[in-house]
């Protein structure tokens, strides 16, 4: 804490009136603790000129916000597997298509007399594979909302923990900023006082 009768960073930054520029000039190059504590402010300056400037946020981010949109790519694709007509056909081309690989793959047997073939309930392959595709896609979207639920909460706690530094940080400015006035209002006192004593010993 510097003793000098006016705040030094008040005269660092050239704010203080001529006369009490000179009073503190003079008082610095008495004191060592003063000169100290000039360096340091010096030393503070240079510091922060060295960090990039970064800007202030405007507000925090929500989920509805268009940066959390979701991709065209995802879009398409949630707008495809939304669609019943479209998934019914896809799932009728794919059963066709592992008919056609099995076919193809296990030829029937040549026997003298053919066996009859078991019936194949369509139906019930597509109702089967239409269940599974469904539980997938639900798990899938839940595992999505479940991950951007996270990132939302640890975007809303960065946020608050700014908030609070940035909040503590003002409130020490403020309280230094009322050391100082207190400074400064002991001073004029203490002077008002030596000019009412020198005027009653007249």
């Known amino acids: 804490m510097s ?3 006016f705040d030094l960073r008040d005269y660092y930054f050239k704010e203080l009136a001529e006369n009490e520029r000179r009073l503190t000039e003079v008082h610095v190059k008495t004191c060592a603790g003063c000169r100290e504590e000039l360096d340091r402010l010096r030393g503070v ?4 000129l060295l960090l990039p400037d970064e800007e202030i946020p405007q507000r925090i981010g929500f989920i509805s916000d268009p940066v959390f949109e979701p991709s065209a790519l995802r879009r398409a694709w949630a707008a495809f597997w939304g669609s019943a007509a479209r998934l019914g056909f896809a799932s009728a081309a794919m059963l066709s298509a592992a008919l056609i690989v099995f076919s193809v793959t296990h030829p029937a047997p040549l026997a003298k007399t053919p066996a009859p073939a078991p019936a194949v309930s369509t139906a019930a392959l ?7 595709m469904h539980q997938a896609v639900a798990a899938a979207v839940a595992a999505s909302e479940a991950r951007q639920a996270q990132e939302t909460q640890k975007l809303l706690a960065a946020a608050d923990r700014r908030h609070t530094v940035e909040t503590q940080a003002m409130m020490e400015r ?12 002991n001073t004029l006192i203490l002077a008002s006082n030596d000019a009412a004593t020198r005027e009653d010993a007249r």
């Open 3 to 5: 003793c000098s009768p």
């Open 45 to 48: 300056e240079a510091g922060l």
């Open 126 to 132: 597509e109702a089967n594979f239409s269940a599974r």
């Open 174 to 185: 403020v309280a230094e900023y009322l050391e100082v006035e207190k400074k400064h209002l």
